[in-house]
């Protein structure tokens, strides 16, 4: 069985910092390109951030940019996003998703986690 579970939501206020966990298990995690997404209220699905394989590259939406950093440990088989001077506009449920790439043969894999709240507020 496929699992991926957050963890490290919660109230902050803005300004304040937040580092979200996602562990994973039933897969193997380093063969994954593993993402965080997220939903505002009301509104639909915004990918944030994603990091490859072997942790090499990442990308952020220009929203985060220079705020948020990923990162992932394959000893561990966790993905870490840290967020920075968080602003009132980034509350949301985060959502970690584990990503591969279809073969010739086989289809793309895609594993979501149940998300973790994150709400900024004075």
């Known amino acids: 069985e496929v699992r991926l579970v957050e963890s490290g939501g919660g109230l902050v206020q803005p300004g304040g910092s937040l580092r979200l966990s996602c562990t994973a298990s039933?897969?193997?995690?380093?063969?994954?390109?593993m993402n965080w997404v997220r939903q505002a209220p009301g509104k639909g699905l915004e990918w944030v951030s994603g990091?490859?394989?072997?942790?090499?590259?990442?990308t952020y939406v220009d929203s985060v940019k220079g705020r948020f950093t990923i990162s992932r440990d394959n000893a561990k088989n966790t993905v870490y996003l840290q967020m920075n001077d968080l602003k009132p506009e980034d509350t949301a449920v985060y959502y970690c998703?584990?990503?591969?790439?279809?073969?010739?043969?086989?289809?793309?894999?895609?594993?979501w986690g149940q998300g973790t709240q994150v709400t900024v507020s004075s």
């Open positions: 998703n584990a990503h591969q790439a279809g073969g010739t043969w086989s289809p793309p894999s895609d594993y």
């Open positions: 039933g897969i193997t995690f380093k063969t994954y390109v």
């Open positions: 990091i490859s394989p072997d942790g090499d590259t990442t």
